[in-house]
Each structure stands twice: as C-alpha cells, then as structure tokens.
T-cell receptor
C-alpha cells in the first residue's frame, strides 16, 4: 500500500473534455507537489501546494489541497493532446526533504 | 534541458556485473536524490545526499551504493546485478535539504540487465 494513492490509474479522454485526478492519503502532509512525466523524460514539477484549502491555477490546470492536508486534486479544463503524460503527486515523508510519490495517473488525450 | 545531467542514457549489461550511473545536479543545488522507477513499483526513493553527506536512505539494496563528490556530482553504483534491477534510474536535485523544495529531475538512465 502506497502512502499516497492516486486515482484513476489510467484515463483516456477526447480533446476538449474536462477531467479531475485525485491524490489521497491517510496521513497529513505539510505540502504536496504535482509532477508531469512524459515518456523518456524525468518528472517535471508543476506546482507545490502548502496551505490547507489552497487552490492554485496554472493556465488550464487547477490544483487544490484538501482542508485537512491529506489529499489533493488536479483538474484540467478543455484537455489537449499536449496534456498527455503521467501525473504524479508527491509529499515529504518525514522531517527531511525526501519525497514519497504516488503511483501516478496515466492520462491520454486523443485528438 | 532541466539542468540535471545523467549519464549514460541507456545501459545494457549482464547479470552479475557492476555499473556506475552518474549525475550532475543543477547549478546551485546542494541536494541529490536517486530514485528507481519500474512499471510495477512506481518511483521508489533510494538515497539522498546533501552537500556531500548522506542525508536519508530509502529502500536501497545492500548491493547498491552512492556517493556525492566535492563538486556535488553524484554516482550510484549497482553491483551483482540481477534481472529485477532493470529499471529507469532517476537523479533529482534541489536547492536545500529541508521540506518544501521542489525537485528537478534528470532524464534518467534506462538500465537493462540481460
């Protein structure tokens, strides 16, 4: 069992649709980060959320940190093929900066 | 280019062999992290170095070792390789060693053990 559970594991949608992916834990995190990974590349940091209830927007992507700081969501509006990739959430596991990652949501946006 | 350089990009080797993976962190970053990514296990933390010293250890096998040199580049040594060690190995770096710092990842080394 992973400390961070992501759902769904796979998502295939048409261009223009909206979607939400989730990152859940039974543990409280001081912060959560979202990364996107494309084939053959390393994950790229999209956003860090720190405050419970915080909402951050990055163009068509909206990130929310749960009030209790145990969960987070990523909503994409009007998805485009360029959004295709593996979306990973991550949070610091202990007092150090070592991040533990969720299993990821693999998103495919078809033109 | 993320600023984190990993070499080699691909590596094919036989069981029982030893390999060294190299990572140069982004300029100014003091922390280096090594992760292993496989299809069934996701991204698994191996080890962290901060300014030359080991800071945290994850599920790193005894056959694996790492170090960070004075110029802050890091090497991950994998020995007595087994088929199950085939995976993507990522290095990441961050400015500090405490919470709240995002990682910058390299492009990874794809290791295939045959």
């Amino acid at each position: 069992t992973q400390l961070l559970e992501q759902s769904p594991q796979f998502l295939s949608i048409q261009e223009g649709e909206n979607l939400t992916v989730y990152c859940n834990s039974s543990s409280v995190f001081s912060s959560l980060q979202w990364y996107r990974q494309e084939p053959g590349e390393g994950p790229v940091l999209l956003v860090t959320v720190v405050t419970g209830g915080e909402v951050k927007k990055l163009k068509r992507l909206t990130f929310q940190f749960g009030d209790a700081r145990k969960d987070s969501s990523l909503h994409i509006t009007a998805a485009q093929p360029g959004d295709t990739g593996l979306y990973l959430c991550a949070g610091p596991k202990n007092a150090g900066n070592m991040l533990t990652f969720g299993g990821g949501t693999r998103l495919m946006v078809k033109p | 280019d993320s600023g984190v350089t990993q070499t080699p990009k691909h590596l094919i080797t036989a069981t029982g062999q030893r390999v060294t993976l190299r990572c140069s962190p982004r300029s100014g970053d003091l922390s280096v992290y090594w992760y292993q990514q496989s299809l069934d296990q996701g991204l698994q933390f191996l080890i962290q170095y901060y300014n030359g010293e080991e800071r945290a250890k994850g599920n790193i096998l005894e056959r694996f070792s790492a170090q960070q040199f004075p110029d802050l580049h890091s090497e991950l040594n994998l020995s007595s390789l087994e088929l199950g060690d085939s995976a993507l190995y990522f290095c990441a770096s961050s400015v500090g060693g405490g919470q709240g710092y995002g990682y910058t990842f390299g492009s990874g080394t794809r290791l295939t053990v045959v």
